[in-house]
């Protein structure tokens, strides 16, 4: 009997170390980055004159210029990169940004004065309960097609400063005003309103 209440003990130990492995090797995953290893400025808000990379897909921390938006398509995903020191902003995901392409003439006043040739810029986190912003879908409660943070379904009309079409969401995403020059896209400024929302629970 107790030889095998010993195997069940080892065999109980084996799993829970594995398990916290796991999980260990889990939130590196999520994150990209290791914990203690994002270099200085990494997490800082995004500056003027920083530059933009994708941050997901085959083109991950390669530059975003204005050929690579087309009018109506999905929004990129972005990071704030420095060009002083090349540091990719992504210590912080409240840093991940959406950047898309609309046609001006159906920007509200506001929005287009933000605009550069109908690119404008927002947060990527939702202002409910913080969750990454990611589907481009058709709104839930109109025709037209809008961000969605899947959530807890909010929707928020790019076309209007973001503001929020559906949803509980308590109030626009956060803009940043984008500068266009021979193509190249660049931060003009710091997020226009508050980033993210409460935590979840
Ligand atoms: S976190 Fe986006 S809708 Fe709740």
Request: proline residues 7%; contains cysteine.
């Amino acid at each position: 009997m107790g030889p095998e209440v010993d195997a069940g003990s080892e065999q109980t130990r084996r799993t829970m170390l594995l398990g916290a492995l796991a999980t260990t090797a889990c939130l590196g995953c999520s994150t990209g980055a290791r914990a203690g290893e994002d270099p200085p400025g990494s997490d800082e808000r995004p500056q003027k004159g920083d530059l933009l990379v994708f941050s997901d897909g085959d083109r991950e921390g390669k530059l975003v210029t204005a050929a690579d938006l087309k009018v109506g398509a999905p929004p990129v995903h972005a990071w704030p990169k420095d060009p002083n020191t090349s540091v990719v902003r992504s210590g912080s995901r409240l840093n991940e940004i959406l950047i898309i392409k609309l046609d001006p003439a159906e920007l509200d006043e506001k929005t287009r004065v933000r605009a550069v040739e109908g690119i404008i810029a927002y947060s990527a986190i939702c202002s409910h309960a913080g969750c990454p912003v990611t589907a481009w879908v058709k709104s839930d409660v109109g025709d037209k097609v809008v961000f969605k943070c899947m959530c807890h379904n909010s929707e928020f009309d790019p076309r209007a400063g973001a503001q929020v079409v559906f949803g509980p969401a308590p109030r626009r995403l956060a803009a940043l005003p984008l500068a266009l020059a021979d193509g190249s896209l660049s931060i003009a400024g710091n997020f226009i309103g508050k980033v993210g929302g409460a935590q979840p629970g």
